[in-house]
């Protein structure tokens, strides 16, 4: 591991970058992501969104980040992500978050329970995969959703 990966992985698990309480709003927050994470992507980094009603989409690179994120906000005049936990392990990040979007048509106000995984890879994020489904992430992360310290 590099000390520049050690030092954003010690940020995470002081909660001083992308710990409980953190808002990323809009498309200046995924700018915002993209500068804090970028010098601590495994060279064949990739993005992953999961849901239960379609088949997983994958992007490429740091520009597939940007584009699977603002692809994912696109239909939201207003979108927030609100952290409300991070679970730090040897292998992988785990962020549990709510997703609150206020719809672009109709003014629809969205909250969706939400979580991600950063798995790493010699200490560089390897693949940050989005889920809609807490427990489904969870599970895929190999921590046991019923667990006291994730509800």
């Known amino acids: 591991m590099n000390e520049a990966s050690d030092d954003a992985l010690d940020r995470i698990r002081e909660g001083a970058l992308f710990g409980k309480g953190s808002v990323i709003e809009g ?12 010098d601590h992507l495994h060279p064949e980094f990739v993005t992953q969104m ?13 520009e597939g ?4 994120l603002t692809d994912w906000i696109s239909p939201y005049e207003t979108f927030r992500l609100e952290i409300e936990e991070a679970i730090v392990e040897e292998d992988k990040l785990v962020f549990l978050a709510r997703q609150v979007g206020t719809t672009k048509h109709a003014g629809v106000e969205v909250v969706t329970e939400s979580a991600t995984i950063w ?8 693949q940050a995969v989005f889920y809609l489904d807490q427990k489904a992430a969870l599970k895929a992360a190999g921590i046991d959703p019923g667990s006291p310290s994730t509800g």
């Open 27 to 38: 498309t200046e927050g995924i700018e915002q992501m993209i500068e804090a994470i970028r």
């Open 50 to 62: 999961i849901s239960e009603s379609a088949m997983p989409t994958e992007w490429r690179g740091i």
């Open 65 to 68: 980040f940007r584009e699977a």
């Open 119 to 126: 798995w790493l890879e010699d200490g560089l994020i390897r």
